[in-house]
């Protein structure tokens, strides 16, 4: 690993923000991030399309507009980075400036410009790091990741933590737009030729295929728009390897500006999409995947996971995130925990079946249960459902998110509400049972102890036989009412016992 180009005691390190500058093929970025942590959180982040990469696969060199647009940017990203109190600072260098005649002159004025050394990756460590990016925001990955920018296409297999051997392929945006001569039939020959000669792709068939990228996160946004689909989170959106093909070739095959939804798509970025859809389409035709898989954490993402410890990588990065929102924003943060180990002992009592994913969801939920308790009492519900919904949460995949926003709505509206009928078609009837159930265990709890740490665990909630009970100590046996009493009553019925609230003497 190069050394960082800015250097802090280790104690400020942990505390000031981290950022990162990526100089790719097509743009320029700075995303300066919270923490360096196992779920870091994205305080600022802009981009400029510069374009580096065109014109290098037919002259050779990065031509002086592309350069100058990236030298400007980067410029500005250095005075963003003192704005911000960036302790360390990382800067990026891909395809086109690895590819280009005049790369190290570029590279030269680059680290004048943003005043730090800048790191130019290989096409192995690009993959490599790509693939670390994916391990670090998706749960368990099993496939091959795709990374898809300006200039080239990085391949390579990953599985758990494990990577393969990544390879490097000129078929980016850019470049295959070049070389094609502006022909996606020509671009479409020469991708098949090139990904001919891939043995990763070869190990990728019936599995899952991570696209990372601009270019297809931008496919994907528009393939979401056109199945009106139910979240905006562009993470984990998961396309059947069918769909994704049908999807490439109406991009390849029609004008991008008549696509429904194009005006959420960068000008600038809009010319690549064809090209980015030959790619898709030929990986596929190539591969048979068994699905598409967007992932928002790349190449930056990975930097930051390799540099954590080994104990802070196997951290999960959804319940530390969860975690972080609730030591933030709950009146009383130990109360998540509680309320977890608490569902713990009542879903144990009831002999539900619960797989670890689900357990690991539950956890989620109960950390997020008092994150929006200062909104008005009138749109709880409302506000904790879409925060829950659009939260920047990485490790869950879409009917994990929605999981997680439909316990929050029923946790303040109630289980027998019509809540979102478009989210629920993205879980199954098992989950929405342990939805409604887990609100409902959660609405229990909250009139039980003010959602303040150290109560539920003197007050048990178990099933006995036929009837489910609620055991409160004398001290607190004032707490019973009727309102307690109905809240009881309704998550009886879902588990088909009778209540009982009883005072322990």
């Given at each position: 690993?190069?050394?960082?180009?800015?250097?802090?005691?280790?104690?400020?390190?942990?505390?000031?923000?981290?950022?990162?500058?990526?100089?790719?093929?097509?743009?320029?970025?700075?995303?300066?991030?919270?923490?360096?942590?196992?779920?870091?959180?994205?305080?600022?982040?802009?981009?400029?399309?510069?374009?580096?990469?065109?014109?290098?696969?037919?002259?050779?060199?990065?031509?002086?507009?592309?350069?100058?647009?990236?030298?400007?940017?980067?410029?500005?990203?250095?005075?963003?980075?003192?704005i911000l109190g960036v302790g360390e600072l990382h800067v990026l260098a891909t395809a086109a400036a690895r590819?280009?005649?005049?790369?190290?002159?570029?590279?030269?004025?680059?680290?004048?410009?943003?005043?730090a050394p800048v790191s130019l990756l290989s096409g192995d460590r690009e993959a490599e790091l790509s693939a670390l990016g994916v391990i670090s925001g998706i749960e368990k990955p099993d496939g091959v990741v795709g990374d898809l920018g300006g200039g080239s296409l990085e391949l390579i297999d990953v599985k758990g933590a494990q990577l393969g051997v990544g390879t490097t392929l000129p078929?980016?945006?850019?470049?295959?737009?070049?070389?094609?001569?502006?022909?996606?039939?020509?671009?479409?020959?020469?991708?098949?030729?090139?990904?001919?000669?891939?043995?990763?792709?070869?190990?990728?068939s019936g599995r899952t295929l991570y696209a990372v990228g601009g270019t297809w996160r931008a496919l994907a946004k528009l393939h979401m728009s056109q199945r009106h689909y139910p979240l905006s989170v562009i993470h984990a959106y998961a396309i059947p390897a069918g769909d994704a093909a049908d999807f490439a070739g109406l991009v390849e095959r029609v004008n991008t500006d008549t696509l429904v939804s194009i005006e959420s798509v960068?000008?600038?970025?809009?010319?690549?999409?064809?090209y980015g859809a030959v790619v898709l389409d030929e990986i596929i035709r190539r591969a048979a995947p068994a699905r598409i898989v967007i992932s928002a954490t790349g190449v930056?993402?990975?930097?930051?996971?390799?540099?954590?410890?080994?104990?802070?990588?196997?951290?999960?990065?959804?319940?530390?995130?969860?975690?972080?929102?609730?030591?933030?924003?709950?009146?009383?943060?130990?109360?998540?925990?509680?309320?977890?180990?608490?569902?713990?002992?009542?879903?144990?009592?009831?002999?539900?079946?619960?797989?670890?994913?689900?357990r690991r969801l539950r956890h989620a939920a109960c950390l997020l249960a008092d994150v929006n308790w200062r909104a008005h009492p009138d749109y709880r519900s409302e506000e904790s459902f879409n925060l829950v919904e659009n939260v920047s949460f990485t490790g869950i995949d879409h009917p994990g998110r929605a999981f997680l926003a439909l316990t929050a709505a029923y946790r303040y509206q109630g289980v027998d509400q019509d809540v979102s009928p478009q989210l629920r078609t993205l879980v199954s009837a098992r989950?929405?049972?342990?939805?409604?159930?887990?609100?409902?265990?959660?609405?229990?709890?909250?009139?039980v102890s003010g959602a303040m740490e150290g109560v539920l665990r003197r007050t048990p909630l178990v099933c006995m036989k036929s009837k489910l009970v609620l055991t409160l100590p004398t001290?607190?046996?004032?707490?019973?009412?009727?309102?307690?009493?109905?809240?009881?009553?309704?998550?009886a019925r879902l588990i088909g016992r009778e209540p009982v609230i009883d005072v322990a003497r």
């Open positions: 690993m190069p050394e960082p180009a800015r250097a802090a005691p280790e104690a400020t390190r942990r505390a000031a923000p981290v950022a990162i500058v990526d100089i790719g093929s097509n743009s320029v970025r700075l995303v300066a991030y919270e923490k360096l942590c196992r779920a870091p959180r994205p305080i600022f982040n802009e981009k400029a399309l510069c374009a580096l990469a065109d014109g290098v696969a037919s002259t050779g060199r990065l031509q002086p507009a592309g350069i100058a647009k990236a030298l400007a940017a980067l410029r500005r990203f250095r005075v963003l980075c003192d590819d280009a005649l005049n790369g190290p002159e570029f590279l030269a004025s680059a680290r004048e410009a943003v005043g078929l980016g945006g850019l470049s295959l737009m070049e070389s094609s001569k502006h022909s996606t039939r020509a671009a479409a020959k020469i991708a098949r030729e090139a990904l001919a000669r891939s043995a990763v792709l070869e190990r990728v960068n000008a600038a970025r809009r010319p690549l999409l064809a930056r993402e990975g930097l930051l996971y390799e540099l954590l410890d080994p104990e802070r990588r196997r951290q999960d990065p959804l319940i530390a995130a969860a975690a972080d929102i609730n030591t933030l924003f709950s009146r009383s943060p130990g109360h998540g925990e509680d309320l977890f180990a608490w569902s713990d002992i009542f879903l144990r009592s009831t002999h539900l079946e619960e797989s670890a994913e689900e989950m929405l049972d342990k939805a409604r159930i887990l609100a409902a265990a959660m609405r229990v709890g909250k009139l001290e607190l046996g004032d707490l019973s009412c009727e309102r307690l009493q109905n809240r009881l009553k309704q998550l």
